[in-house]
């Protein structure tokens, strides 16, 4: 969601008005290796940013799977 040099953040400021901030590397949610995103503003602000970052942690797991699959794929491949 970050993006380089933190444009997806910025990007989804901008859009939308509402305050986007993501933990450390090494700041998780408890129990998992998933960083915090907190999101402040007005509700609207806020509810299309969080729409706006669930979108982009969705696109980022369908690019990790994309890849694993490709991955997985190319090792077949090499077996034959």
Same mark, same amino acid.
Do not use: D, F, W
């Given at each position: /969601? /970050? *993006?380089?040099?933190? &444009? *997806? !953040? @910025?990007? !989804?400021?901008?859009? $939308? *008005?509402?305050? +986007?901030? +993501?933990?450390? &590397?090494?700041? =998780?949610? #408890?129990?998992?290796?998933? &960083?915090? +995103? $907190? !999101? @402040?503003? #007005? *509700?609207?602000?806020?509810?299309?940013?969080?729409?706006? +970052?669930?979108?982009?942690?969705?696109?980022?797991? %369908?690019r990790r799977?994309?890849?694993? =699959?490709?991955?997985?794929?190319?090792? !077949? %491949?090499? /077996? &034959?």
């Open positions: /969601i /970050i *993006g380089q040099q933190g &444009r *997806g !953040i @910025t990007e !989804i400021q901008h859009m $939308t *008005g509402a305050n +986007v901030s +993501v933990s450390r &590397r090494g700041v =998780y949610a #408890p129990g998992t290796q998933n &960083r915090i +995103v $907190t !999101i @402040t503003g #007005p *509700g609207s602000s806020v509810s299309k940013a969080a729409q706006l +970052v669930r979108q982009k942690i969705q696109e980022a797991e %369908q799977a994309q890849n694993s =699959y490709e991955a997985v794929n190319l090792n !077949i %491949q090499a /077996i &034959r």
